[in-house]
């Protein structure tokens, strides 16, 4: 390997705790840069506009946040702090709906709040701190095992597709559906992966390019489209991605285009695997109709990576963050805790 690709610190605190410092990934490939977030507004904007991106890191972007704002909060008493502390994580909470790592770990940080209701007000913020960072802890953790699990999967010399963003910068440390191509590389299984480019934001061709290439693996890059040339050349032996939410009957949101590669997997008979922390796991969703997708500006289809605009003015645009791959596409959803296949039974976890 080039390098170590945990040396790129994609969210943590500062060492005095006073801000968040996250790798502003729309900088990206072109420069690494690290920013300071110390307020609620700065937090909100870093997650909308994708500074911050991918489930397990908007997780802990989020929970790092409110910790950093409770340090903020001038109430000397229970009820004034938990009052500014729920309209902040309210707030938070509203910059992207889709991704359920957002909410789970803002909740995680109100039940320690209400857990210590007789607590002075500044131990409730250094509890604060202790969950954050446990929240992190057990990301890393849980990526971590994830890679061990998939790679029991898969053998030296495999050709992987994946797409969007499922790797270290999306992540703590690893990633979920890259966590096996990078263990896989330490081992010596020289995996070769091809890259959708994933418009129309491309995490593909910017942030999962970007990052295999830094640490040595085998990387092509491929427009969205040629997903289906690749796999009829027998270049591709499974096909691996993340998610944001998963449905209690197995139904996955990932990032859009994601559905479209599961029907090309199922047609050439390709392995289609889901990687995620349990996290992700939403049993109060019934199935993938009841997933809140997300819709963007459409300007980041008509004008945002062109030098002038790329389609008439007026014209109307359809930009959903994600789409829906339903459970019967899905060859195993692979969790922490173990590898789940049909029929999804994801109780147990």
């Known amino acids: 390997m080039n390098v170590d690709i945990t040396d790129l610190k994609t969210v943590r605190l500062s060492q005095d705790g006073s801000a968040v410092i996250i790798l502003d990934q729309t900088c990206l490939p072109g420069s690494e840069v690290y920013v300071s977030l110390s307020s609620a507004e700065e937090i909100w904007e870093a997650i909308y506009r994708l500074k911050v991106r991918g489930a397990p890191a908007i997780g802990i972007a989020a929970a790092y946040g409110i910790y950093v704002c409770s340090r903020q909060i001038a109430a000397n008493t229970y009820g004034g702090f938990c009052s500014e502390f729920l309209r902040i994580k309210d707030y938070l909470a509203s910059s992207r709906p889709t991704a359920v790592n957002l909410v789970a770990a803002l909740d995680r940080m109100e039940k320690v709040v209400v857990a210590h209701s007789v607590n002075p007000v500044p131990e409730i913020v250094e509890l604060l701190r202790v969950e954050a960072e446990a929240i992190r802890a057990e990301d890393a953790a849980a990526c971590r095992k994830i890679g061990e699990n998939c790679l029991s999967l898969l053998r030296p010399g495999m050709g992987i597709l994946t797409h969007c963003n499922a790797g270290h910068l999306a992540v703590s440390e690893y990633g979920t559906a890259l966590a096996p191509v990078y263990l896989g590389e330490e081992r010596?299984?020289?995996?070769?992966?091809?890259?959708?480019?994933?418009?129309?934001?491309?995490?593909?061709?910017?942030?999962?390019?970007?990052?295999?290439?830094?640490?040595?693996?085998?990387?092509?890059?491929?427009?969205?489209?040629?997903?289906?040339?690749?796999?009829?050349?027998?270049?591709?032996?499974?096909?691996?991605?993340?998610?944001?939410?998963?449905?209690?009957?197995?139904?996955?949101?990932?990032?859009?285009?994601?559905?479209?590669?599961?029907?090309?997997?199922?047609?050439?008979?390709?392995?289609?695997?889901?990687?995620?922390?349990?996290?992700?796991?939403?049993?109060?969703?019934?199935?993938?109709?009841?997933?809140?997708?997300e819709e963007r500006n459409p300007k980041e289809i008509t004008d945002m990576w062109y030098a002038s605009r790329m389609a008439p003015e007026g014209v109307k645009a359809y930009n959903p963050a994600f789409d829906v791959t339903p459970h019967d596409l899905i060859t195993a959803i692979i969790t922490e805790k173990g590898i789940a296949y049909p029929p999804f039974r994801l109780e147990d976890f």
């Open 188 to 293: 010596g299984y020289g995996f070769k992966v091809f890259a959708d480019e994933t418009r129309p934001l491309l995490q593909g061709a910017r942030l999962t390019a970007y990052e295999l290439q830094k640490v040595g693996v085998d990387v092509t890059l491929i427009c969205d489209n040629m997903a289906s040339a690749v796999m009829r050349k027998g270049w591709v032996q499974a096909v691996v991605v993340g998610c944001d939410r998963v449905a209690a009957n197995g139904d996955t949101a990932n990032k859009i285009g994601t559905s479209g590669v599961a029907i090309l997997a199922r047609y050439y008979g390709i392995p289609f695997y889901v990687l995620g922390p349990t996290s992700t796991i939403d049993l109060n969703c019934p199935d993938g109709d009841s997933i809140v997708i």
